[in-house]
Structures are given as C-alpha cells and as structure tokens.
C-alpha cells in the first residue's frame, strides 16, 4: 500500500517568513495530493490540493508543488501570520480514489 | 447541502467495555467512508474504509472493527476497549468520482 512520509514535524517561523513542509509517497499510482489543515480540537480541512498533471499550484499566499519522478510534494506558506498556526496534513491518493493515505503531520506554529 | 456527523464528541470508557462510534452522512449516494485514528501529537492513521454496504477494509490489525449496515452509516465498533485504544477518531467520507475528503467532528476517546 502507499506510504506518506511528511517532515518535519513541527516548524516554528516567525511571522512574515515563509514555511515549507515536504512530504514523500511511494506509490507511483497515486494522482492525486491534497493538504489538510487542522485547527485545535477541530476537523482537518482541505485548503489546497494538486493533481499528478500539474507541477505547480498557487492560491493566494499558500503554494503546492509536485515532483513525480522524485515522487514528492511540498506546500509552501509565505507572509506567515498567527493564524496560520495549525497541524498540516498532506495525503496521497490513486485514481481508484478508495485509499486516502495521509502523511504524519506538521505542527507549525507562527510566532506573533 | 452535504454533511457528516459523528457522535459522540467525546467518551471516557473503561479497559474491558465495548464501544460504539457512529457517523452518519447526509446528502449523498454511495460515498467512500474511511475511519481515521489520530494519537495525541500524532498523524491520521487509516484504520478502516468502505466503498458499499457490507464493503469494509482494514489497514491495520487491530482491536477494532467496523460496519456499514446502511449506505450512509458507518460503525466502528470494539468488544473489549484497551488502553492504547485511547486517541481521536476521525469519520470520515469522499463523494464517487470526487477527491475531496470531509470529516466529521470527531470522537476523543479515552480509556481509563
């Protein structure tokens, strides 16, 4: 089955700079790479996600990119703020779109 | 509107006593349901998905089972809890043909 490694586990960045988790799976069947962000004692929520045809996504301040060959993919956050302060999840999944396998966590914390 | 709910919020048990989480999805047909383990500071750990009614995978051996007597209802369930049973449950489901996960509040689960 698939294996999400996600690093590092927690990151703590001054507000204003930039933070940048990495994650790497190993089936080359997944397609798909969605990241989650989880506020305290909340649900994860989906903030961006990318398909394996697209090296590269942006949506405002937080950014997605995706290397096949090296089978990884890393969310990027620039001009941190407080509120950015959350556990990141990335996950990997397959066209079949049964499996949702999620990588370990980031727990980053943006200090004010 | 689609929704997910799962109950209850939050449960203290006792080593040796059953257990019985239940969620429940609204405003769908047929969706892919998955039940997540998070352990405190750590990552979401697939323990369970299904693709039909009756349809149930597991991920991991475990002290735990699942069931999905209806197409919208998802069970996880125990017949005697142990202490590293312990941990945030996650329900969670994904449309046919979408990628996007939704998860339910979750169920913090301690065994004492």
């Known amino acids: 089955g698939e294996n999400v490694e996600q690093h590092p586990s927690t990151l703590s960045v001054q507000e204003g700079d930039s933070a940048v988790i990495k994650c790497t799976y190993s089936?080359?069947?997944?397609?798909?790479f969605p990241w989650y962000k989880q506020e305290l004692g909340k649900r994860p929520q989906l903030i961006i996600d990318?398909?394996?045809?697209?090296g590269e996504k942006k949506d405002q301040r937080i950014a997605v990119t995706l290397n096949k060959t090296a089978k990884h993919f890393s969310l990027h956050i620039t001009e941190t703020q407080p509120e950015d302060s959350a556990v990141y999840f990335c996950?990997?999944?397959?066209?079949?779109?049964?499996?949702?396998?999620f990588g370990g966590g980031t727990r980053l914390m943006v200090k004010p | 509107s689609q929704t997910i709910h799962q109950w209850p919020a939050t449960l203290v048990q006792p080593v040796g006593s059953p257990l019985s989480l239940e969620c429940t999805v609204e405003g769908t047909s047929n969706p892919n349901l998955y039940w997540y383990r998070q352990a405190a500071g750590r990552g979401l750990q697939l323990l369970f998905y299904s693709v039909g009614i009756g349809q149930i995978s597991s991920e991991v051996p475990q002290n735990l089972s699942a069931s999905r007597p209806q197409d919208r209802q998802f069970i996880l369930s125990s017949k005697k809890l142990l202490l590293s049973d312990s941990g945030f449950y996650l329900c969670a489901y994904r449309d046919r043909g979408r990628t996007e996960a939704f998860f339910g509040q979750g169920t913090r689960l301690t065994v004492v």
């Open positions: 996950a990997a999944s397959n066209n079949a779109g049964n499996m949702l396998t």
């Open positions: 990318i398909r394996s045809n697209v």
């Open positions: 089936d080359s069947a997944s397609n798909y």
